[in-house]
DNA sequence: TATTGTTATACTCTATAACTATA
DNA sequence: TATAGTTATAGAGTATAACAATA
């Protein structure tokens, strides 16, 4: 039971009308674990299926791939060193700039870029067709609105930003 | 820029149909992170005032606030010591159970409580006033009908479990 | 000088373990 | 024996700093 949804109304069965904050916390972070366990099952995450689908769009250096995914590269680096791992992608020199590293999936990577995907669809697919099926599309419209607009970008954390770190 | 929505498909300015999991955990996050910046100008966390909320309601033991917030009980001491710290709730003992402590809302606590409730619900009547109204209560019971049902609980993660401390 | 990628590590968060005191 | 609360700390996750190679 990871409290990762700290506040606000908890328990749900009681509450007429939980707030917002606990229902996209609640929400997101049960569908979080069910992504993790259903990803775990192919020996994926879903970092490593986000980069190795990035990375199959089209040639892309990691520094990219993890502006797309909002990562810090150093959390990159530990991403492709799985893939790598894995035998699902490799580190090639790009061929214009030789600081950057181009991030070329495998055949292995390529087919299992394929099932992770069909999880991921799969998972989503349960969710969504939990509801009845005149909510989801307006679901998807309302989160899309929200997330292109006024919760677009996160606000600065107030004592949230990390300090520098001790010399 | 916390990663805290670590997949799928990130741009969100590009993507046609963002899929689900990208846009809980984007709306999610970001709306935390609002909540915690207008919190904070109170001088409050999402937890303190969950607490605060709870204590107020009924007499309720750190064990019993815990649970319903769902969060552990060493999270609690944290929580409660913080609420102690600027004098806005009280360690009682309880009148039945000499190992349990009743956690006192003082008057300021419930000054406390009355503002930043008030915080709470302008940053929810923010997020959901972007949408067109036709938009809000459909969002608000689909998302409670999914924490609700298909999404009720989380699964157990994969590799998460935390292990037992070396001794 | 700025940037890519790497290593090392510091910081935060949260839960486990062990403990005290009660039940 | 089990539970409420506390303390101390381990483990996971992630970002900062410093660095090497290159732009």
Known sequence: ????????????ADCPSPDLSFLLDHTSHVLRTRMAAA????GMTARM???????????????????????DKTT??????????????????????????????TD??????????????RVHAEALGSLPEELR??????LTLLARGHLAEPVESPAGARRARQV
């Open 49 to 71: 299926h986000c980069v190795l689908v990035k990375a199959l769009e089209e040639e892309r250096t990691q520094i990219q791939i993890a502006e797309i995914g909002d990562m």
């Open 76 to 105: 990159m680096v530990v991403t492709v060193d799985a893939l790598e791992q894995a035998g699902l992608a490799e580190r090639r020199p790009s061929a214009t700039d030789r600081r950057a590293r181009i991030i070329a999936v």
């Open 39 to 42: 990803l775990a099952e192919v």
């Open 137 to 142: 599309p307006v679901l998807l419209e309302a």
């Open 1 to 12: 039971m990871t409290s990762l949804a700290p506040a606000f109304s908890g328990d749900i």
């Open 108 to 121: 292995a990577g390529a087919e299992m870029a394929k099932r992770s995907q069909a999880v991921v669809d």
